[in-house]
């Protein structure tokens, strides 16, 4: 009776999970329109300001980003967390809008786009087929992860002021290994069961794609950027 049990308990968690994983990607999907939309918009925009005053804009930034995730948390379970997901990709496309500008204005700018977005999707594809296939739990990553992710923002706040092209080629590197790693752990705590809420499911591999994107496509404007 108790093995029965047992086995029951296992395959109610076993479709939870697959439930949460299936509606993350369904979510996941949803979120691209509004990011597509908001960086069509971005790229027509003047970043004038962002140009001027890089610090500032970047801490501006953060506290409005900071403010959606709190928000998005406090109402993950109704709809209105959705809305605000949905919002929230909406403002983080709109922020694409200075890079792309950048990354397009190169004479090879639409190729290396197109590198990056498909040496995004590859990684994701390759590391949910690693979490989903192996189901090993990789939560031990997430001490590393966090100090990591700290000492890149630190990094990257300290470059605004130094202005060293070397530094800032070798933290898209990092940021690239750094948020493959991210969607490793995010996939894997849900096959794991260690995250049971798909909207907060998608809100943390989102912004792992979203920064595994910029870093490579930083990193590749570095290496084959071309305004000859």
């Known amino acids: 009776m108790l093995d029965n049990m047992q086995v029951l308990g296992r395959e109610t968690g076993l479709a939870t999970q697959n439930k949460v994983l299936r509606n993350t990607y369904a979510m996941l999907g949803l979120t691209m329109i509004p990011t597509v939309i908001g960086a069509m918009v ?51 496309g709109l922020m694409l809008g200075p890079i792309l500008q950048y990354a397009l204005n190169l004479r090879n700018g639409a190729q290396i786009v197109g590198l990056a977005a498909g040496g995004t999707g590859i990684v994701l594809l390759t590391m949910s087929a690693i979490a ?15 100090v990591g992710i700290i000492l890149l923002i630190v990094a990257s706040l300290a470059n605004i ?48 794609i979203y920064n595994l994107f910029t870093s490579l496509l930083q990193l590749l404007m570095g290496l084959m950027g071309n305004n000859d």
């Open 42 to 92: 971005g790229m027509n925009m003047n970043f004038a300001f962002a140009a001027m005053h890089p610090f500032m804009f970047a801490i501006g930034a953060m506290v409005v980003l900071y403010g959606l995730f709190a928000a998005i948390s406090a109402n993950r379970n109704s709809s209105i967390g959705v809305v605000l997901l949905l919002g929230l990709t909406f403002l983080l």
């Open 132 to 146: 989903t296939t192996t189901k090993k739990d990789f939560s031990f990553m997430g001490k590393f992860l966090l």
């Open 161 to 208: 002021f130094l202005q060293i092209p070397a530094m800032a080629l070798a933290l898209s590197g990092i940021g690239v290994l750094l948020f493959s790693g991210f969607i490793l752990y995010d996939v894997s705590r849900i096959v794991t069961g260690g995250e049971t809420n798909y909207i907060m499911a998608t809100l943390s591999l989102y912004m792992s």
